[in-house]
Protein backbone atom coordinates (compact mmCIF):
# COMPACT_ATOMS: atom_id res chain seq x y z
CA UNK A 1 0.00 0.00 0.00
CA UNK A 2 1.25 2.96 -1.22
CA UNK A 3 0.25 5.88 1.72
CA UNK A 4 0.53 9.49 0.81
CA UNK A 5 -0.98 12.88 1.90
CA UNK A 6 -5.13 12.96 0.74
CA UNK A 7 -6.24 16.50 -1.95
CA UNK A 8 -9.22 17.19 -3.08
CA UNK A 9 -8.82 15.18 -6.39
CA UNK A 10 -9.24 11.78 -3.67
CA UNK A 11 -12.41 13.41 -2.47
CA UNK A 12 -14.93 10.94 -4.72
CA UNK A 13 -12.96 7.64 -3.72
CA UNK A 14 -12.89 9.31 -0.27
CA UNK A 15 -16.77 9.53 -0.07
CA UNK A 16 -17.27 5.93 -1.51
CA UNK A 17 -15.53 4.31 1.23
CA UNK A 18 -17.22 6.98 3.77
CA UNK A 19 -20.67 5.37 2.95
CA UNK A 20 -19.32 1.78 2.46
CA UNK A 21 -17.95 2.22 6.15
CA UNK A 22 -19.94 4.19 7.84
CA UNK A 23 -23.31 3.29 6.83
CA UNK A 24 -25.55 5.62 9.15
CA UNK A 25 -23.15 8.32 10.15
CA UNK A 26 -21.30 8.79 6.68
CA UNK A 27 -19.97 12.56 6.78
CA UNK A 28 -21.65 14.65 3.99
CA UNK A 29 -19.30 15.35 1.41
CA UNK A 30 -18.81 18.84 2.37
CA UNK A 31 -17.83 18.00 5.51
CA UNK A 32 -14.96 15.67 4.35
CA UNK A 33 -13.59 18.70 2.01
CA UNK A 34 -13.95 21.53 4.57
CA UNK A 35 -11.60 19.04 6.92
CA UNK A 36 -9.63 17.34 4.33
CA UNK A 37 -8.38 21.07 3.07
CA UNK A 38 -8.40 22.90 6.64
CA UNK A 39 -5.52 24.24 8.03
CA UNK A 40 -5.34 22.87 11.09
CA UNK A 41 -5.86 18.75 9.78
CA UNK A 42 -3.60 16.18 8.41
CA UNK A 43 -5.49 13.52 5.91
CA UNK A 44 -3.42 10.43 4.67
CA UNK A 45 -4.93 7.95 1.81
CA UNK A 46 -3.78 4.72 1.38
CA UNK A 47 -3.62 3.12 -2.32
CA UNK A 48 -3.35 -0.34 -3.83
CA UNK A 49 -2.87 0.48 -7.67
CA UNK A 50 -5.73 2.77 -8.12
CA UNK A 51 -8.02 1.67 -5.60
CA UNK A 52 -8.07 3.68 -2.52
CA UNK A 53 -7.76 1.03 0.34
CA UNK A 54 -8.06 3.33 3.48
CA UNK A 55 -7.56 6.78 4.68
CA UNK A 56 -7.60 8.42 8.24
CA UNK A 57 -7.25 11.47 9.43
CA UNK A 58 -6.22 13.87 12.59
CA UNK A 59 -6.72 17.37 13.46
CA UNK A 60 -3.70 19.40 15.80
CA UNK A 61 -3.87 23.04 16.48
CA UNK A 62 -1.16 25.03 16.43
CA UNK A 63 -0.32 26.19 20.05
CA UNK A 64 -1.89 22.95 20.99
CA UNK A 65 -0.05 19.37 22.58
CA UNK A 66 -3.01 17.21 21.75
CA UNK A 67 -3.94 15.55 18.00
CA UNK A 68 -7.30 14.27 17.86
CA UNK A 69 -7.52 11.67 15.32
CA UNK A 70 -11.02 12.57 14.03
CA UNK A 71 -11.33 9.63 11.09
CA UNK A 72 -9.78 6.19 9.92
CA UNK A 73 -11.48 3.27 7.91
CA UNK A 74 -9.92 0.67 5.77
CA UNK A 75 -11.92 -0.91 3.10
CA UNK A 76 -13.79 -3.92 4.19
CA UNK A 77 -12.47 -6.54 1.44
CA UNK A 78 -8.96 -5.46 2.48
CA UNK A 79 -9.44 -5.55 6.32
CA UNK A 80 -7.04 -7.69 8.41
CA UNK A 81 -3.26 -6.74 5.47
CA UNK A 82 -2.08 -4.48 7.70
CA UNK A 83 -3.31 -1.01 6.51
CA UNK A 84 -5.08 0.12 8.92
CA UNK A 85 -2.01 -0.06 11.20
CA UNK A 86 0.36 1.31 8.08
CA UNK A 87 -2.48 4.43 8.18
CA UNK A 88 -2.34 4.90 12.10
CA UNK A 89 1.46 4.54 12.17
CA UNK A 90 1.09 7.58 9.57
CA UNK A 91 -1.09 9.81 11.61
CA UNK A 92 0.90 8.81 14.72
CA UNK A 93 4.17 10.25 13.18
CA UNK A 94 1.99 13.22 11.39
CA UNK A 95 1.39 14.21 15.43
CA UNK A 96 5.07 13.81 16.90
CA UNK A 97 6.07 15.69 14.00
CA UNK A 98 3.72 18.49 14.73
CA UNK A 99 4.46 18.79 18.29
CA UNK A 100 1.75 16.62 19.73
CA UNK A 101 2.33 15.19 23.31
CA UNK A 102 -1.05 13.00 23.09
CA UNK A 103 -3.26 11.98 21.07
CA UNK A 104 -7.18 11.73 21.74
CA UNK A 105 -10.23 9.73 19.87
CA UNK A 106 -13.13 8.15 20.06
CA UNK A 107 -14.48 4.64 18.80
CA UNK A 108 -17.93 2.80 18.72
CA UNK A 109 -17.99 0.81 21.88
CA UNK A 110 -19.13 -2.11 19.45
CA UNK A 111 -16.02 -1.76 17.26
CA UNK A 112 -13.84 -3.93 18.97
CA UNK A 113 -11.51 -4.46 16.13
CA UNK A 114 -10.89 -0.75 15.94
CA UNK A 115 -10.11 -0.67 19.75
CA UNK A 116 -7.92 -3.68 19.29
CA UNK A 117 -5.91 -1.56 16.87
CA UNK A 118 -5.70 1.75 18.56
CA UNK A 119 -4.74 -0.38 22.06
CA UNK A 120 -1.56 -1.58 20.11
CA UNK A 121 -0.77 2.13 19.51
CA UNK A 122 -0.73 2.48 23.39
CA UNK A 123 -4.28 4.20 23.13
CA UNK A 124 -5.95 3.36 26.66
CA UNK A 125 -9.37 3.80 27.62
CA UNK A 126 -10.14 7.27 29.52
CA UNK A 127 -13.56 8.02 29.38
CA UNK A 128 -17.70 7.27 27.48
CA UNK A 129 -20.07 9.58 25.39
CA UNK A 130 -23.49 7.87 26.18
CA UNK A 131 -25.39 7.21 22.92
CA UNK A 132 -22.62 9.46 21.05
CA UNK A 133 -23.21 7.84 17.51
CA UNK A 134 -26.16 8.45 15.85
CA UNK A 135 -28.76 7.60 15.09
CA UNK A 136 -27.78 3.92 16.05
CA UNK A 137 -27.46 5.41 20.03
CA UNK A 138 -24.13 3.61 20.64
CA UNK A 139 -21.49 4.82 23.14
CA UNK A 140 -18.39 6.27 22.00
CA UNK A 141 -15.31 5.44 24.43
CA UNK A 142 -12.88 8.15 24.42
CA UNK A 143 -9.42 6.93 24.30
CA UNK A 144 -5.95 8.51 24.47
CA UNK A 145 -2.20 7.74 24.54
CA UNK A 146 0.66 9.90 25.77
CA UNK A 147 3.39 10.13 22.93
CA UNK A 148 5.72 11.76 25.47
CA UNK A 149 8.02 9.74 28.13
CA UNK A 150 8.51 6.60 25.31
CA UNK A 151 11.54 6.93 23.33
CA UNK A 152 12.13 5.89 19.95
CA UNK A 153 14.47 3.14 20.16
CA UNK A 154 15.75 2.06 17.00
CA UNK A 155 17.58 -1.44 17.57
CA UNK A 156 20.55 -3.33 15.42
CA UNK A 157 20.70 -7.40 15.66
CA UNK A 158 23.46 -9.20 14.05
CA UNK A 159 24.64 -11.95 15.96
CA UNK A 160 24.31 -14.68 13.34
CA UNK A 161 22.51 -14.88 9.84
CA UNK A 162 19.71 -12.09 10.32
CA UNK A 163 20.14 -8.53 9.86
CA UNK A 164 17.63 -7.34 12.07
CA UNK A 165 16.71 -3.49 12.43
CA UNK A 166 13.40 -3.26 14.36
CA UNK A 167 12.14 0.11 15.75
CA UNK A 168 9.70 0.81 18.52
CA UNK A 169 8.37 3.88 20.77
CA UNK A 170 8.28 2.35 24.17
CA UNK A 171 6.59 -1.16 24.27
CA UNK A 172 5.11 -0.43 20.68
CA UNK A 173 6.67 -1.76 17.76
CA UNK A 174 6.86 0.47 14.37
CA UNK A 175 8.84 -1.43 12.36
CA UNK A 176 10.27 -4.70 12.09
CA UNK A 177 12.54 -5.47 9.13
CA UNK A 178 14.90 -8.47 8.43
CA UNK A 179 17.15 -9.79 6.07
CA UNK A 180 18.56 -13.12 6.12
CA UNK A 181 21.88 -14.14 4.46
CA UNK A 182 20.31 -18.32 5.06
CA UNK A 183 20.49 -18.89 1.15
CA UNK A 184 24.07 -17.69 0.88
CA UNK A 185 24.61 -20.60 3.56
CA UNK A 186 22.59 -23.17 1.87
CA UNK A 187 25.35 -24.81 -0.08
CA UNK A 188 27.43 -25.31 3.15
CA UNK A 189 24.14 -26.64 5.12
CA UNK A 190 24.89 -24.10 8.23
CA UNK A 191 25.91 -20.68 8.81
CA UNK A 192 29.25 -19.66 7.82
CA UNK A 193 30.93 -17.05 9.44
CA UNK A 194 32.65 -14.71 7.56
CA UNK A 195 29.54 -14.91 5.04
CA UNK A 196 27.26 -13.91 7.67
CA UNK A 197 29.61 -10.40 8.32
CA UNK A 198 29.89 -9.81 4.88
CA UNK A 199 26.12 -10.15 4.22
CA UNK A 200 25.16 -7.91 7.16
CA UNK A 201 27.27 -5.15 5.83
CA UNK A 202 25.85 -5.25 2.61
CA UNK A 203 22.82 -5.58 4.30
CA UNK A 204 22.83 -3.21 7.00
CA UNK A 205 22.29 0.45 4.97
CA UNK A 206 19.09 -0.59 3.28
CA UNK A 207 17.55 -2.87 6.05
CA UNK A 208 17.83 0.57 8.15
CA UNK A 209 16.60 3.21 5.47
CA UNK A 210 13.12 0.43 4.84
CA UNK A 211 12.84 0.15 8.72
CA UNK A 212 12.92 3.90 8.92
CA UNK A 213 10.37 4.20 6.60
CA UNK A 214 8.13 1.88 8.00
CA UNK A 215 7.90 3.74 10.89
CA UNK A 216 8.03 7.05 9.23
CA UNK A 217 10.54 8.64 11.19
CA UNK A 218 13.49 10.34 10.53
CA UNK A 219 16.83 9.25 11.90
CA UNK A 220 16.91 12.40 14.18
CA UNK A 221 14.14 11.65 15.59
CA UNK A 222 15.37 8.16 17.15
CA UNK A 223 16.04 8.69 20.95
CA UNK A 224 18.14 5.97 21.42
CA UNK A 225 20.01 2.70 19.51
CA UNK A 226 20.18 -0.80 20.99
CA UNK A 227 22.46 -3.12 19.60
CA UNK A 228 22.89 -6.95 19.91
CA UNK A 229 26.46 -7.42 21.45
CA UNK A 230 26.29 -11.17 22.66
CA UNK A 231 26.24 -13.92 22.76
CA UNK A 232 26.89 -14.76 18.93
CA UNK A 233 28.87 -15.27 15.91
CA UNK A 234 32.07 -12.66 16.83
CA UNK A 235 32.11 -11.06 13.03
CA UNK A 236 28.63 -10.76 12.83
CA UNK A 237 28.14 -9.16 16.10
CA UNK A 238 30.72 -6.45 14.96
CA UNK A 239 28.84 -5.12 12.16
CA UNK A 240 26.31 -4.55 13.97
CA UNK A 241 27.94 -3.04 16.82
CA UNK A 242 30.26 -0.52 14.65
CA UNK A 243 26.95 0.32 12.77
CA UNK A 244 25.03 1.26 16.04
CA UNK A 245 28.57 3.06 17.21
CA UNK A 246 28.66 4.56 14.21
CA UNK A 247 24.95 6.05 14.37
CA UNK A 248 25.26 7.14 18.51
CA UNK A 249 28.33 8.88 17.63
CA UNK A 250 26.56 10.18 14.12
CA UNK A 251 23.65 11.25 15.97
CA UNK A 252 24.66 11.97 19.19
CA UNK A 253 21.99 9.83 21.03
CA UNK A 254 22.84 7.88 23.75
CA UNK A 255 23.81 3.62 22.87
CA UNK A 256 22.39 0.74 24.66
CA UNK A 257 24.55 -2.63 24.30
CA UNK A 258 22.18 -5.19 25.19
CA UNK A 259 21.98 -9.21 25.75
CA UNK A 260 20.74 -11.04 22.61
CA UNK A 261 18.81 -13.98 24.55
CA UNK A 262 17.20 -11.47 26.98
CA UNK A 263 16.24 -9.93 23.87
CA UNK A 264 14.34 -13.05 22.53
CA UNK A 265 12.29 -13.11 26.17
CA UNK A 266 11.69 -9.05 26.00
CA UNK A 267 9.91 -9.78 22.28
CA UNK A 268 7.12 -11.13 24.33
CA UNK A 269 6.52 -7.11 25.49
CA UNK A 270 5.74 -6.61 21.36
CA UNK A 271 3.41 -9.42 21.47
CA UNK A 272 1.06 -9.37 24.87
CA UNK A 273 2.55 -5.59 26.08
CA UNK A 274 4.72 -7.25 28.55
CA UNK A 275 6.55 -10.23 29.72
CA UNK A 276 4.93 -11.87 32.71
CA UNK A 277 7.57 -12.80 35.61
CA UNK A 278 8.36 -15.03 36.64
CA UNK A 279 8.68 -17.71 34.03
CA UNK A 280 10.76 -20.30 32.48
CA UNK A 281 11.77 -19.42 28.82
CA UNK A 282 13.10 -21.85 26.19
CA UNK A 283 14.87 -20.64 23.58
CA UNK A 284 15.88 -22.62 20.54
CA UNK A 285 17.53 -21.45 17.25
CA UNK A 286 20.09 -22.32 14.74
CA UNK A 287 22.76 -20.69 17.31
CA UNK A 288 21.75 -21.62 20.75
CA UNK A 289 19.43 -23.53 22.78
CA UNK A 290 19.05 -22.36 26.40
CA UNK A 291 16.43 -22.60 29.64
CA UNK A 292 16.21 -19.69 31.23
CA UNK A 293 14.50 -18.80 34.55
CA UNK A 294 13.36 -15.18 34.48
CA UNK A 295 12.10 -13.43 37.53
CA UNK A 296 12.92 -10.18 36.66
CA UNK A 297 13.66 -9.49 32.67
CA UNK A 298 16.43 -6.35 33.78
CA UNK A 299 18.05 -7.90 36.87
CA UNK A 300 17.22 -11.32 37.13
CA UNK A 301 17.61 -13.84 34.52
CA UNK A 302 19.04 -17.34 35.17
CA UNK A 303 20.78 -20.20 32.59
CA UNK A 304 19.51 -23.38 33.99
CA UNK A 305 21.01 -25.01 31.52
CA UNK A 306 21.96 -24.99 27.47
CA UNK A 307 23.48 -27.74 24.88
CA UNK A 308 26.81 -28.63 25.03
CA UNK A 309 27.20 -29.68 21.24
CA UNK A 310 24.83 -28.91 18.73
CA UNK A 311 21.68 -26.25 18.86
CA UNK A 312 18.40 -27.64 18.07
CA UNK A 313 18.47 -25.88 15.05
CA UNK A 314 21.39 -27.15 13.99
CA UNK A 315 20.57 -30.48 14.43
CA UNK A 316 17.70 -30.01 12.09
CA UNK A 317 20.04 -28.80 9.58
CA UNK A 318 22.54 -31.38 9.98
CA UNK A 319 20.13 -34.22 9.71
CA UNK A 320 18.44 -32.92 6.74
CA UNK A 321 21.60 -33.25 5.16
CA UNK A 322 22.27 -36.20 6.43
CA UNK A 323 18.85 -37.71 4.90
CA UNK A 324 19.44 -35.44 1.62
CA UNK A 325 17.02 -32.56 2.64
CA UNK A 326 18.53 -29.09 2.17
CA UNK A 327 19.23 -26.14 4.11
CA UNK A 328 17.35 -25.07 6.62
CA UNK A 329 17.05 -28.66 7.65
CA UNK A 330 13.93 -27.48 10.17
CA UNK A 331 11.25 -27.04 7.85
CA UNK A 332 12.20 -29.91 5.42
CA UNK A 333 12.18 -32.42 8.18
CA UNK A 334 8.56 -30.80 9.44
CA UNK A 335 7.08 -31.58 5.92
CA UNK A 336 8.59 -35.08 5.68
CA UNK A 337 7.87 -35.71 9.02
CA UNK A 338 4.34 -35.09 8.18
CA UNK A 339 3.10 -38.36 7.11
CA UNK A 340 5.69 -40.00 9.54
CA UNK A 341 5.32 -42.20 12.61
CA UNK A 342 7.13 -40.54 15.32
CA UNK A 343 7.34 -44.03 17.12
CA UNK A 344 8.68 -46.03 14.28
CA UNK A 345 12.20 -45.46 15.73
CA UNK A 346 13.13 -45.05 19.07
CA UNK A 347 16.41 -42.36 18.58
CA UNK A 348 18.03 -41.47 21.82
CA UNK A 349 16.68 -38.98 24.16
CA UNK A 350 20.14 -36.71 25.18
CA UNK A 351 20.96 -36.25 29.19
CA UNK A 352 17.76 -37.48 29.86
CA UNK A 353 19.48 -40.51 31.74
CA UNK A 354 19.43 -40.58 35.60
CA UNK A 355 23.29 -40.80 35.93
CA UNK A 356 23.51 -37.41 33.26
CA UNK A 357 20.67 -35.69 35.94
CA UNK A 358 23.27 -34.91 38.57
CA UNK A 359 25.28 -32.26 36.55
CA UNK A 360 23.09 -31.84 33.48
CA UNK A 361 19.63 -31.37 34.71
CA UNK A 362 18.66 -28.55 32.33
CA UNK A 363 21.24 -28.85 29.53
CA UNK A 364 20.74 -30.70 26.18
CA UNK A 365 22.74 -32.25 23.52
CA UNK A 366 21.58 -34.01 20.35
CA UNK A 367 25.11 -34.52 18.88
CA UNK A 368 24.50 -38.67 19.92
CA UNK A 369 21.00 -38.44 18.36
CA UNK A 370 22.67 -36.59 14.94
CA UNK A 371 25.05 -39.93 15.10
CA UNK A 372 22.29 -42.57 15.64
CA UNK A 373 20.30 -41.15 12.80
CA UNK A 374 23.25 -41.26 10.24
CA UNK A 375 24.03 -45.06 11.95
CA UNK A 376 20.36 -45.72 10.96
CA UNK A 377 20.38 -44.62 7.46
CA UNK A 378 23.82 -46.45 7.12
CA UNK A 379 22.72 -49.03 8.09
CA UNK A 380 19.42 -49.49 5.99
CA UNK A 381 21.86 -48.55 2.71
CA UNK A 382 24.05 -51.87 3.68
CA UNK A 383 21.07 -54.05 3.58
CA UNK A 384 19.46 -52.42 1.09
CA UNK A 385 16.83 -51.32 2.01
CA UNK A 386 14.44 -48.17 1.32
CA UNK A 387 15.14 -45.43 3.51
CA UNK A 388 11.22 -44.32 5.16
CA UNK A 389 11.89 -40.91 5.47
CA UNK A 390 8.62 -39.44 6.89
CA UNK A 391 9.06 -42.37 9.71
CA UNK A 392 12.75 -41.11 10.16
CA UNK A 393 12.20 -37.57 10.10
CA UNK A 394 9.16 -37.97 12.43
CA UNK A 395 10.91 -39.96 14.50
CA UNK A 396 14.42 -37.86 14.95
CA UNK A 397 11.64 -34.78 15.15
CA UNK A 398 10.24 -36.60 17.97
CA UNK A 399 13.19 -37.04 20.13
CA UNK A 400 14.63 -33.57 19.67
CA UNK A 401 10.96 -32.32 21.16
CA UNK A 402 10.33 -34.48 24.05
CA UNK A 403 13.61 -33.68 25.34
CA UNK A 404 13.34 -29.94 24.99
CA UNK A 405 9.35 -29.53 26.20
CA UNK A 406 10.45 -32.29 28.96
CA UNK A 407 13.10 -30.77 30.33
CA UNK A 408 10.85 -26.72 30.37
CA UNK A 409 8.22 -28.51 31.72
CA UNK A 410 10.21 -29.79 34.43
CA UNK A 411 12.04 -26.53 35.26
CA UNK A 412 8.23 -25.14 35.59
CA UNK A 413 7.69 -27.56 37.99
CA UNK A 414 10.78 -27.62 39.92
CA UNK A 415 10.73 -23.61 40.21
CA UNK A 416 6.63 -23.67 40.79
CA UNK A 417 6.57 -21.58 37.84
CA UNK A 418 3.13 -21.70 35.60
CA UNK A 419 4.60 -20.28 32.76
CA UNK A 420 6.93 -20.90 29.77
CA UNK A 421 7.74 -18.64 26.77
CA UNK A 422 9.21 -19.74 23.39
CA UNK A 423 11.57 -18.13 21.31
CA UNK A 424 13.82 -18.72 18.58
CA UNK A 425 13.31 -20.24 14.94
CA UNK A 426 12.86 -23.89 15.43
CA UNK A 427 9.40 -22.36 17.50
CA UNK A 428 8.34 -23.05 14.18
CA UNK A 429 8.32 -26.42 14.56
CA UNK A 430 4.61 -27.70 13.84
CA UNK A 431 5.33 -30.85 16.48
CA UNK A 432 7.16 -28.85 18.94
CA UNK A 433 4.03 -26.04 18.97
CA UNK A 434 1.81 -28.92 19.45
CA UNK A 435 3.89 -30.94 22.08
CA UNK A 436 4.61 -27.81 24.48
CA UNK A 437 0.81 -26.94 24.19
CA UNK A 438 -0.42 -30.55 25.39
CA UNK A 439 2.47 -30.82 27.99
CA UNK A 440 1.33 -27.42 29.34
CA UNK A 441 -1.96 -27.67 29.23
CA UNK A 442 -1.91 -31.13 31.11
CA UNK A 443 0.22 -29.28 34.05
CA UNK A 444 -1.62 -26.33 34.27
CA UNK A 445 1.43 -24.16 32.58
CA UNK A 446 1.01 -20.90 30.28
CA UNK A 447 2.32 -21.30 27.27
CA UNK A 448 3.29 -18.05 25.41
CA UNK A 449 4.74 -18.08 21.72
CA UNK A 450 4.87 -14.88 20.06
CA UNK A 451 4.29 -14.47 16.39
CA UNK A 452 7.39 -16.37 14.39
CA UNK A 453 8.61 -12.73 12.89
CA UNK A 454 9.32 -11.76 17.18
CA UNK A 455 10.78 -15.33 17.74
CA UNK A 456 13.65 -15.64 15.32
CA UNK A 457 16.24 -12.70 15.27
CA UNK A 458 15.26 -9.44 15.20
CA UNK A 459 16.02 -6.18 15.81
CA UNK A 460 12.67 -5.11 17.76
CA UNK A 461 13.31 -7.48 20.39
CA UNK A 462 16.66 -5.44 21.27
CA UNK A 463 14.79 -2.09 20.72
CA UNK A 464 12.28 -2.96 23.03
CA UNK A 465 14.42 -4.55 25.66
CA UNK A 466 16.67 -1.51 25.83
CA UNK A 467 13.24 0.44 25.66
CA UNK A 468 12.59 -1.39 29.35
CA UNK A 469 16.54 -0.40 30.60
CA UNK A 470 15.43 3.15 29.39
CA UNK A 471 12.01 3.22 31.76
CA UNK A 472 14.14 1.64 34.31
CA UNK A 473 16.70 4.65 34.12
CA UNK A 474 19.63 2.71 32.90
CA UNK A 475 22.72 4.68 32.74
CA UNK A 476 23.70 4.47 28.45
CA UNK A 477 26.18 2.10 27.56
CA UNK A 478 29.67 3.69 26.96
CA UNK A 479 31.40 2.86 23.30
CA UNK A 480 34.06 1.03 24.50
CA UNK A 481 31.91 -2.22 25.03
CA UNK A 482 32.97 -5.12 22.28
CA UNK A 483 31.27 -8.15 20.91
CA UNK A 484 31.07 -10.92 23.58
CA UNK A 485 30.57 -14.25 21.66
CA UNK A 486 29.88 -15.84 25.06
CA UNK A 487 27.53 -12.99 26.86
CA UNK A 488 26.41 -14.42 30.23
CA UNK A 489 22.52 -14.37 30.12
CA UNK A 490 22.88 -12.60 33.47
CA UNK A 491 24.04 -9.34 31.79
CA UNK A 492 21.42 -7.69 30.24
CA UNK A 493 23.52 -4.62 29.51
CA UNK A 494 27.15 -4.35 28.86
O1 LIG B 1 16.17 -18.12 14.98
P1 LIG B 1 16.55 -18.49 13.60
O2 LIG B 1 15.75 -17.97 12.47
O3 LIG B 1 18.01 -18.02 13.32
C1 LIG B 1 19.22 -18.51 13.65
O4 LIG B 1 19.38 -19.35 14.53
O5 LIG B 1 20.10 -18.01 12.94
O6 LIG B 1 16.57 -20.06 13.51
C2 LIG B 1 16.90 -20.77 12.37
C3 LIG B 1 16.93 -22.23 12.75
C4 LIG B 1 17.48 -23.12 11.64
O7 LIG B 1 18.41 -24.01 12.21
C5 LIG B 1 16.26 -23.85 11.13
O8 LIG B 1 16.54 -25.15 10.64
C6 LIG B 1 15.38 -23.90 12.35
O9 LIG B 1 15.60 -22.67 13.00
N1 LIG B 1 13.99 -24.06 11.98
C7 LIG B 1 13.26 -25.13 12.32
C8 LIG B 1 12.00 -24.97 11.71
N2 LIG B 1 12.01 -23.80 11.02
C9 LIG B 1 13.24 -23.26 11.21
N3 LIG B 1 13.56 -26.20 13.07
C10 LIG B 1 12.62 -27.13 13.22
N4 LIG B 1 11.41 -27.06 12.65
C11 LIG B 1 11.05 -26.01 11.89
N5 LIG B 1 9.86 -25.95 11.32
ZN1 LIG C 1 18.50 -15.86 18.54
Known sequence: ??????NEHDIDQIMALEKTCFVNDAWSEEVMLSELEAEHTFYVVGFVGDNLVGYGGLSKLPGSHQADIQTIATAPAERGKGYGRAIMQALTAQAIKLGAEEIFLEVRADNKVAQKLYEVFGFKRIGVRK????????????MQTSLVRQPLVLGIESSCDETGIGIVRGNQLLANV?????????????????????????????VLNEALDKAGVDLDEIDAIAVTNGPGLAGALMVGIGAAKALSVATGKPIYAVNHLVGHV???????????TPTIALLVSGGHTSLLLVRD??????????????????????????????????????RAAKDGSANAIRFPRGLTLPKDMQDHRYDFSFSGLKTAVARHVELGESKGEKLELADVAASFREAVVDVLVNKA???????????????GGVVANARLREYATEHCEAEGIELRIPPLSLCTDNGAMIAVLASQLIAAGAIPSTLD?????TLDVRVVQS
Open 297 to 334: LLKDVVLLGETIDDAAGEAFDKVARVLGLSYPGGPEID
Open 409 to 423: VSACKEYGINRLLLG
Open 131 to 142: KYYQPDGVDAFV
Open 178 to 206: ISSSMDKHAIFGGVVPEIAARAHLEALNP
Open 1 to 6: MLIREA
Open 481 to 485: FSAES
Open 266 to 276: AADILANGKVE
